[in-house]
């Protein structure tokens, strides 16, 4: 049994169901990734997972207990969570904001351990963001404040990381270094990580597993090579393309097909 899954759950915002009736099993120990256009669910499937929303129907389990009825603070230490659009206090250190990570395993007077100082200081210096301790964040720029909230999250020192969109603000250089960064975590420590990504040949690319959502349900999950295929992408994004192999990684790549550029015969 996976630590963390849904059980035909349904989620949504008041009246409003975004998510519907979905099963999905998150594996232990890898890297999963969820794909597809915009407003399809993947944002809220995430906080679902995260216990920041409650199905209307169904149920999110996590070790085999239903996720809402266990305690936010023991959740919180084996779950982390990197919101979409996290904001940080106004003049809040970085090294103040990452030491935030290990709220959840303090005492009632949020007294220091050398294990905590540890956590702290290793999230900075694989995320790079070291030498910004003494500065506030908001004085940061995008990418920098993106960096300093995956710092975060990776000081929470959870078994199961949740992501949204982590590589967002950070140009293409930091996004690959992000992403090996989160795989050799995950290669390392075996950290389960889920992630929603943009871009489909990135998360080819880094994904032991894809789940691609369309309209709130599950269209395709899989090994990348069996979801990302020529007919699969059309039907969750509307594009034609070719999948060719990546010369670098083995893994499906997406070559999109514009008008401009489409054959004369399809014209």
Known sequence: MTRLRTEAASLGYGDRTVVREITVE???GQITVVVGPNACGKSTLLRGLARLLKPAEGSVLLDGEVIHRRPTKEVA??????????????????ADLVGRGRQPHQGMFARWTAEDRAAVS???????????????VDELSGGQRQRVWIAMALAQGTDLLLLDEPTTYLDVAHQVEML?????????RGTTIVMVLHDLNLAARYA??????KDGIVLAEGAPRDVVTAERVEEVFDLRCQVIEDPVAGTPLVVPISRTHAPSSSR
Request: cysteine-free.
């Open 122 to 136: 290793e999230a900075m210096v694989l995320t790079g963001t070291d030498e910004l301790a003494d500065r506030a």
């Open 208 to 213: 032991h597993r894809l789940i691609a959502l």
């Open 26 to 28: 998150v594996p232990d």
């Open 180 to 188: 090996d960064l989160l795989a050799e975590l995950n290669a390392r």
């Open 77 to 94: 230490k084996v779950l982390g969570l990197l919101p979409q659009t996290p904001i940080a206090p106004d003049g809040v250190t970085v």
